[in-house]
């Protein structure tokens, strides 16, 4: 059965520090390694992964996607109270382009 | 990328009644996805509407509780039927965009009293 892991589910930190959120997957016809930042209701689209090793960055925000070991980090450098959402990590498939969700991390940022 | 205007985005229904919610998309797009989202909890496909062609449901989904129709290649509906309050989530439409992997709706945030 296909599964997205994500780790941890909740995190509190101060304003400044420095967030890695984690995400495993076991999926067959794996495509693409998605990750998207959740505010209110819609989802938003941060990062697409469909390479190892290579960094996708975007401010303060980046991404790295390891196929060997099935993995994903999302990295947060000097968090703001604006990026204190629930980020999901989701990975699409090639044969019906369905995508599976992980639960998500919960992050909450204090001033 | 593509744009999706769904709507209603919000409403408080009485239970055994049924919502219509609805996507339309800026651009034709083959095929559309609709999620449920409890709360507190991730997002789960309830199933892939093509055009022209019936609905694919995902296990422990029907057709009579979440009828969706598929007119064209620019618009979608799903109705939730018979509500009961175990149906209160918000309900998000999706379509694939390529280099900026899917796009969503602004989602139905849907309360059943």
């Known amino acids: 059965e296909d599964k997205v892991v994500q780790s941890p589910l909740s995190l509190v930190v101060h304003e400044g520090d420095t967030v890695t959120l984690n995400c495993s997957y076991e999926v067959t016809n794996f495509r693409s390694l998605l990750w998207y930042k959740q505010e209110k209701k819609a989802p938003t689209f941060l990062f697409m992964l469909?390479?190892?090793?290579i960094e996708k960055k975007s401010g303060r925000l980046s991404s790295i996607l390891d196929k060997k070991e099935l993995f994903s980090i999302l990295n947060i450098t000097a968090t703001q109270t604006g990026d204190s959402a629930v980020y999901l990590c989701a990975v699409a498939k090639t044969r019906d382009d369905k995508i599976i969700f992980g639960k998500g991390t919960r992050l909450h940022i204090l001033p | 990328s593509a744009v999706i205007s769904q709507k209603p985005s919000r409403d408080i229904c009485q239970r055994g009644t049924s919502l219509t919610i609805q996507c339309q998309v800026d651009s034709q797009v083959t095929m559309m996805f609709w999620y449920r989202q409890q709360p507190g909890q991730s997002l789960t496909l309830i199933a892939t509407?093509?055009?022209?062609?019936?609905?694919?449901?995902e296990s422990g989904f029907v057709i009579d509780k979440f009828p969706i129709s598929r007119p064209n290649l620019t618009f979608s509906t799903l109705t939730v039927s018979n509500m009961s309050p175990e149906d209160s989530s918000i309900y998000l439409c999706?379509?694939?965009?390529?280099?900026?992997?899917?796009?969503f709706g602004s989602g139905t945030r849907l309360t059943v009293v």
């Open positions: 509407a093509n055009q022209g062609s019936e609905a694919t449901y």
């Open positions: 469909t390479s190892s090793g």
């Open positions: 999706s379509v694939w965009t390529g280099r900026n992997g899917y796009t």
